[in-house]
C-alpha cells in the first residue's frame, strides 16, 4: 500500500498532496467573462496578492510538510506577483512537483527557470489569431498581447523539459455580452472562435506544444454553457479537423465535459451519490483572502476553511474550521448542480477506499512518468 493510499484510509494526511495557489488576483489582462472576473485586481492590499514575506513563509511550510505537488493558478496571472519566480525554483530544488497555468504574457523573462523546474506549463490561448486575442484576451486599454504570448511559448518550447500545452476555451455569443472585468466595454462577448479551433491547434503544433486542448466553458455556476447547434457543428468539425496534427509528438486532448458540451446536453447532470469529497482531502485552494475546499467555491466564505495570512498550512489543514467545514460538505447536496473536474477522481478513490477495506488487492496503473498532482 502506497502512502497515498494509506494515508487516504486510515484518515491521517497532515498536510494536503496537491496545493493549488493562487500567489495574486491581479491579471494583466481583461478578458469578458472571465469566470473569476469579480475576483481580480482586489482593492483591498491584503486580499491583492500575498507579501513577499508571506510567500516565503508558505514556500518553506510546502517543504516542511510534504506536500508533492504545487498548481500556479489564478484568481489572477500566477507569473504577475514579483516573487513567484523564487516560489517556482524553491519549490523545484527540493523535489516539489510544479505544474504552471498563465496567460503567457510575463513568460518571456522566466523562461530559464520555467523550463528547468516546471513540470507542465498549460498557457490559455482561446484563438489562432491577433484579432480574435484582442476580442477575447485583452489588455485593459483593448490592446493585443498574442504575438508576444505566442514567442515566449516559442522560446520555452525550445528550453522545456516538462510538458508545454495550448488551453483553447470555447467562446462564442452563448456566453453572452458580458461587460469586462476591467470596468468597461472593452472585448465584451460579440464573436465566435470556433472557426479558429484547427488553426489554434496547428500553430501549437508549430509552437512546439506538446498536446492542444479544447475546453468548454462553463458560467458563473459552473454550468456547461450550451452553445447554438450551429457554432457546435462548426466545433466539431474543427475538432476533428485538428486530430489529423496528431503524432507521436502532439496530441489533441478534449477537457473534461467537452463532449457533455458538443452533444448540447443538459447542465447539472452529473450524478454525484457520494456524500464526502475525497478529493478536497487530497488537495486544496490557497487564495490570498483564505483557503478553500476546491476552485469551485473561490470566495466563497461558507467553503472558507481557513487563512494562511494569520496560521500556517498545517494549523489550517489540521484546524477546527476546516474540520467543520469539511464535515458539513456533501458533495451529493453542495455540488450537484456543478460539473465537477474531480467527479470521476472521487469516485475512483471512493472505489479504491473500499477495496482496502474490504482486503482487496488494487491494481497498480502504470503511468508513463511519475505523477503527483492527481
Avoid at 491581479?26 to 507579501?51: E, M, T
Avoid at 454553457?225 to 496534427?245: C, F, G, P, W, Y
Wanted: with cysteine; glycine share 6%; hydrophobic share 35%.
Amino acid at each position: 500500500m502506497n502512502k497515498i493510499n494509506k494515508d487516504l484510509v486510515e484518515g491521517e494526511n497532515k498536510a494536503p498532496f496537491v496545493i493549488e495557489l493562487d500567489p495574486t488576483t491581479v491579471c494583466d489582462l481583461a478578458c469578458p467573462g472571465c469566470i473569476s472576473g469579480d475576483l481580480l485586481n482586489q482593492k483591498n492590499p491584503l486580499d491583492r496578492g500575498f507579501s513577499k514575506d508571506k510567500i516565503k513563509e508558505i514556500t518553506d511550510d510546502i517543504i516542511k510538510s510534504g506536500v508533492s505537488a504545487v498548481i500556479l493558478i489564478g484568481g489572477g496571472e500566477p507569473l504577475a506577483h514579483p516573487t513567484t519566480i523564487e516560489l517556482i525554483k524553491r519549490l523545484g530544488e527540493n523535489d516539489v512537483q510544479i505544474g504552471l497555468t498563465t496567460n503567457g504574457t510575463l513568460m518571456g523573462r522566466y523562461i530559464d527557470i520555467i523550463a528547468k523546474y516546471v513540470s507542465w506549463t498549460r498557457v490559455s490561448m482561446d484563438v489562432a489569431t491577433d484579432e480574435m486575442f484582442k476580442n477575447l484576451r485583452p489588455t485593459k486599454t483593448g490592446k493585443s498581447k498574442f504575438n508576444l504570448v505566442v514567442e515566449n511559448m516559442k522560446k520555452l518550447a525550445n528550453k522545456k523539459r516538462g510538458i508545454l500545452g495550448y488551453s483553447f476555451l470555447l467562446r462564442t455569443m452563448a456566453d453572452g455580452l458580458i461587460e469586462n472585468p476591467a470596468g468597461s466595454n472593452i472585448g465584451v462577448i460579440e464573436h465566435t472562435n470556433v472557426y479558429e479551433i484547427y488553426d489554434a491547434a496547428k500553430l501549437s503544433k508549430e509552437i512546439g506544444c506538446d498536446y492542444f486542448e479544447l475546453k468548454p466553458s462553463y458560467d458563473d455556476f459552473h454550468q456547461i454553457v450550451m452553445h447554438s447547434e450551429k457554432d457546435i457543428q462548426i466545433a466539431k468539425t474543427q475538432l476533428e479537423m485538428s486530430r489529423n496534427l496528431e503524432d507521436q509528438n502532439f496530441r489533441v486532448l478534449e477537457s473534461v465535459m467537452l463532449r457533455s458540451a458538443l452533444k448540447r446536453e443538459k447542465v447539472g447532470e452529473q450524478e454525484k451519490k457520494y456524500k464526502k469529497c475525497q478529493s478536497a482531502n487530497l488537495r486544496t485552494l490557497i487564495t490570498p483572502s483564505g483557503c478553500y475546499v476546491c476552485p469551485y467555491f473561490r470566495g466563497e466564505n461558507s467553503k472558507k476553511i481557513g487563512d494562511l495570512r494569520f496560521e500556517t498550512l498545517s494549523e489550517m489543514w489540521n484546524g477546527k474550521l476546516r474540520k467543520r467545514v469539511m464535515d458539513k460538505l456533501n458533495p451529493s447536496i453542495d455540488c450537484s448542480n456543478l460539473h465537477c473536474i474531480r467527479h470521476e477522481t472521487n469516485q475512483e478513490v471512493d472505489f479504491i477506499i473500499d477495496q482496502f477495506k474490504h482486503k482487496k488487492k488494487i491494481k497498480d496503473k502504470a503511468l508513463p512518468r511519475k505523477d503527483y498532482f492527481i
